[in-house]
């Protein structure tokens, strides 16, 4: 049991932290608005053409895609969230990048898995910016644990290669002596 709590509390608390906020905005979003209504601060109606507060729902993937598939996206969140649990424990422990990117992802597929199973399939969503199609914290999550997958990748390609180039000067030096 030790062994598993070191395994897992890094990703689990990551995740049931933006599932438990995930939820709350969601909520608090369902009891406040009717559903298609809009909210702004009076102090920022300025920002209304940019952003603002508006209930909506989804029955489709993040960002309002594929709409009507939520029974397939059902399903791809469940084997997403096992195929996390089952590799990261694989991961390196100072892969801080590739456990923060799984972290995030767990926990956004976790909080929109929980929507469609207690929402008839639907997912809340409430943040509106600009044209960009209406999304929530959980789709945010995933959003930002990619950016960090993709800019972790970056960051170990770029440190291997470097490291070939290093060994290769290093190795010319010893060369010529």
């Given amino acids: 049991m030790k062994n598993l ?3 897992y ?10 599932v438990v906020f995930d939820q709350w905005t969601k909520w608090l979003v369902r009891v406040s608005l009717p559903l ?3 909210w702004l601060p009076e102090s920022l109606e300025w920002l209304s053409p940019y952003a603002r507060i508006v209930h909506w729902h989804n029955t489709g993937a993040a960002f309002g895609m594929f709409q009507g598939g939520s029974m397939v996206f059902t399903v791809l969140a469940f084997i997403v969230i096992g ?3 089952y590799y990261f424990p694989q991961v390196e422990k100072n ?14 597929a976790l909080g929109n898995l929980t929507d469609r199973l207690t929402n008839d399939g639907r997912v809340t969503d409430f943040l509106s910016v600009g ?10 999550s995933i959003s930002v644990g990619t950016v960090i997958l993709l800019l972790g990748v970056y960051i170990q390609e770029r440190a291997a290669k470097n490291k070939v180039i290093n060994e290769a000067v290093s190795s010319e030096k010893v060369e010529e002596v």
């Fill in 5 to 7: 709590i070191e395994k």
């Fill in 9 to 18: 509390s890094f990703m689990f608390v990551i995740a049931v932290v933006i």
């Fill in 36 to 38: 298609g209504a809009t």
């Fill in 83 to 85: 195929a996390i649990i």
């Fill in 95 to 108: 892969d801080w990048t590739l456990r923060v990117a799984m972290s995030m992802q767990l926990g956004g």
């Fill in 131 to 140: 044209t960009f199609p209406v999304f929530n914290v959980a789709d945010a």
